[in-house]
């Protein structure tokens, strides 16, 4: 097992770091344009779980602009992010090694959780909480959308 084989799933987790849905919403968008994964992983296959992941990711970025919107350090939101790096680590590593890549993201995603919920905090005293939202959608999700584009294959 060579480390560039898990790149993306390190990346993926780098992305769950900053917004939990949003590995799991390009990874349905991904399955709905019909690009397979290389890893094996089924739910990515059931209507449910594809339109659920993308309502979510879309829930989640309207959300994130709410003054109410908790830190994403929380437990729910540390442990969102958990699942979502997991599967989608465990989706871009290659073919059996789905366990490491699901382990690579999340051990990636939890601890920049707290980096970059301290640049948005940043970002937030400067511009404002909607306006540095936006710049972190705009980049999480273009982040998202390109690693899964260079990971996934046509089927």
Do not use: C, H, W
Not at 68 to 92: E, N
């Amino acid at each position: 097992m060579k480390f560039p084989s898990l790149l993306p799933s390190a990346l993926i987790g780098a992305v769950a770091s900053a917004r939990s849905m949003t590995p799991m919403a390009t990874l349905a968008t991904a399955r709905l344009a019909n690009r397979d994964t290389p890893g094996n992983l089924v739910l990515l296959d059931r209507p449910v779980f594809k339109y659920g992941a993308l309502a979510m990711g879309a829930g989640e970025l309207f959300g994130d602009k709410m003054k109410s919107a908790p830190d994403r350090t929380v437990f729910l939101g540390l442990l969102a992010r958990v699942m979502s790096a997991g599967i989608a680590g465990a989706a871009l590593a290659p073919e059996g090694q789905e366990k490491a890549g699901a382990a690579v993201a999340v051990a990636t995603a939890v601890p920049l959780a707290y980096l970059t919920l301290a640049g948005r905090k940043k970002a937030m005293a400067s511009i404002g909480q909607t306006r540095s939202g936006l710049i972190e959608d705009a980049l999480v999700v273009a982040a998202g959308a390109a690693i899964v584009a260079l990971a996934t294959r046509p089927k």
